[in-house]
C-alpha cells in the first residue's frame, strides 16, 4: 500500500486496503493498482515494490508510469474523464470499463462509484480476462464502502504520509561555488 501501515484508520479504510492489497497478490501479471476519486486524486495505490512481478519488470526494463502512484492516477483520471465525454457524446450511457492493449502492458480502469475509478497497470503476458474478473469483484466489494468520509480520512493519510517521507529525506548538500575564478 501507499501507506506503510493502517495503523489509526477507521476498519473501512483498512478494509480497503486489505481488498486492495489481495487484489495485487491473488492476480498474476497486475504492476501496479490506483483508486482515484472523481476530481483525480489518489485515494489508495498498491506499492509496486511490493509487488514481486512489478520489481522484476523494472529491473529488467523501464516499463509503465514512472514508479509513482501519482502517475498512474493520473493516466486514469485522464482516461476516465476521455471515455465518460465520449460516452456523452455518443449517447452511450455511463463508462463501465475502459481497456488499453498495448505491446508492453494494459491498463484498464473500471467505475467504482459517485466518479471514482479503479485503475490497473498489467503486465504484457496478464490474462486481460482474469484481470477483469477480480476488478469487477473488488468493485462490488469497495463500492458501497467508498463514501465521501473515507475519501477523506484516504486523503489526509496521503498527505500525512507524504509530509512524513519530505521530511525523513536527507537534505541535498550544497553545491560549493569557487571562489577566485580567473576572467
Known amino acids: ?15 480497503l486496503h486489505w481488498l486492495l492489497t489481495n487484489l495485487v497478490e491473488e492476480v498474476p501479471g497486475l504492476l501496479s493498482v490506483a483508486v482515484v476519486s472523481s476530481d483525480g486524486l489518489l485515494l489508495i495505490s498498491s506499492d509496486p515494490g511490493r509487488n514481486e512481478e512489478a520489481r522484476e519488470a523494472r529491473e529488467e526494463r523501464r516499463t509503465g508510469p514512472k514508479g509513482s502512484a501519482a502517475d498512474l492516477a493520473t493516466i486514469v483520471s485522464g482516461i476516465g474523464s476521455l471515455t465518460i465525454g465520449a460516452a456523452k457524446l455518443m449517447d452511450g450511457g455511463a463508462v463501465k470499463q475502459t481497456m488499453v492493449a498495448m ?7 473500471m467505475s467504482i462509484s459517485d466518479g471514482s475509478l479503479l485503475g ?5 503476458d496478464c490474462d486481460m480476462s482474469v484481470v477483469a474478473y477480480h476488478m469487477a469483484l473488488f468493485v462490488g466489494r469497495a463500492g458501497h464502502v467508498l463514501t465521501p468520509e473515507l475519501r477523506i480520512e484516504l486523503r489526509k493519510s496521503l498527505e500525512t504520509e507524504t509530509e512524513t517521507e519530505i521530511e525523513t529525506e536527507p537534505a541535498p548538500e550544497p553545491e560549493i561555488e569557487p571562489t577566485g575564478s580567473a576572467r
Open 1 to 15: 500500500m501507499t501507506a506503510p501501515s493502517t495503523f489509526g484508520l477507521s476498519s473501512e479504510a483498512r478494509n
Open 103 to 109: 505491446d508492453e502492458g494494459s491498463l484498464f480502469v
Open 120 to 124: 490497473v497497470h498489467g503486465s504484457p
